[in-house]
């Protein structure tokens, strides 16, 4: 028996009867919380400035910066959307098993291109990169799964770059996630490196003025409520409304179709994203009145100057996500996803294709480790 269900039964009990009692307190932060937030919702300045200040005493800070709009701003979206194009992109990878026979990584990006009301029929592709030798090799040894998503993300976003070449029109660009990488700066040589590389292809998407964004579903971040925390009366509590998520604020507020402020996001990896890279965000209602569904949708400042592309892109992720059914995501992002994913026999199929290759080539088999051996 892999799990002790009998030992577990005892703990799920008593994780449900905290459950009932952490929601109950959650509920009455959540109130204190949209109480500051109307109390709040014009004072742009003085939040500015609570920013500012509480990020010269912590660098690390990672919260809303307001922009222009007020915190209770509430934008619905154009329908139908304008025609334009839009290229999705998302990924998948294999990480290096080194128990295993073969020692390689795989990235597989797949982009879903389509023309809404055009009648002209999507195009998918894949791009597949095999990753061996030096490319796996880093000053602290083997790529880490961390550097491996990385490239990931990096080739997804190259790729975007390559694909809007020779394309007429306006133009939006999707992946799943954020835009921002990760929360904390990596000082390794190798994320260094192919973090520059993302920030390239950033440049290259701004030169085009390509309306490009990145798509969370569900978010559980709290950075409106970090900055409402700014403002609270003192209490002896840190984070006085810890536990409570955007998503919970603005399902309150955002009916189906419309989007939120546009905040700018304050963290420590934003003195990477400069001039017209600097990244901002909004959140954005794509369900119904009986099913709300809430998206953080981050963007690069050239889209957030642009109303025009702002608007476009609420309204084509409006469109897009409801036309996938009770489940609301943008369809663009589901197909793009279906195409990248690498399963098991995936995995299996390449590596019996490399050690075929290796042993054609004059190598000795290879075979897993003996701990691997025991795994099955």
Request: proline share 5%; charged share 20%.
């Amino acid at each position: 028996m892999p799990v002790d269900y009998l030992h577990l039964q005892h703990q799920i009990k008593k994780l449900a009867a905290t459950a009932v009692t952490r929601s109950a307190e959650l509920a009455h932060k959540l109130l204190d919380c949209q109480a500051l937030l109307q109390a709040h919702a014009n004072d742009l300045s003085a939040l500015q400035k609570a920013v500012e200040d509480a990020t010269a005493q912590n660098k690390g800070l990672r919260c809303a910066k307001p922009v222009n709009e007020s915190l209770t701003t509430r934008v619905s979206a154009v329908l139908p959307a304008p025609a334009c194009t839009i290229i999705a992109a998302d990924g998948s990878q294999i990480n290096p098993d080194p128990h295993g026979s073969a020692l390689f990584g795989l990235i597989n990006v797949g982009i879903f291109t389509i023309r809404p009301g055009s009648g002209k029929a999507p195009t998918v592709e894949i791009q597949s990169q095999l990753l061996y030798d030096q490319t796996l090799e880093t000053e602290t040894g083997l790529a880490s799964e961390e550097l491996i998503g990385l490239m990931r993300d990096v080739r997804e976003r190259q790729i975007l770059a390559e694909q809007i070449n020779g394309k007429d029109g306006l133009l939006i660009t999707l992946t799943d996630g954020p835009l921002e990488l990760y929360h904390e700066p990596r000082q390794e040589a190798a994320f260094k490196s192919y973090f520059n590389k993302y920030l390239a292809a950033l440049d290259d998407l701004a030169l085009e003025k390509t309306i490009t964004a990145g798509y969370v579903d569900r978010p559980r971040a709290s950075l409106v409520v970090r900055l409402l925390e700014l403002m609270a009366p003192d209490t002896a509590t840190e984070n006085p409304f810890g536990g409570v998520t955007d998503l919970a604020l603005y399902e309150k507020i955002l009916q189906p179709g419309e989007r939120s402020a546009v905040f700018k996001l304050q963290s420590s990896s934003a003195h990477d994203y400069t001039n017209k890279k600097e990244l901002h965000f909004f959140y954005l209602n794509v369900g119904s009145e009986t099913n709300p569904s809430l998206a953080r949708v981050e963007v690069p400042l050239w889209v957030v100057e642009d109303e025009s592309s702002l608007s476009l892109l609420q309204s084509v992720l409006v469109e897009q996500a409801r036309s996938t059914g009770a489940q609301p995501y943008p369809y663009p992002l589901v197909r793009a996803h279906e195409t990248a994913v690498v399963k098991t026999d995936d995995r299996q199929q390449v590596t019996e294709m490399i050690e075929r290759e290796l042993i054609s080539s004059g190598m000795k088999p290879v075979f897993n480790s003996n701990k691997q051996s025991h795994k099955f």
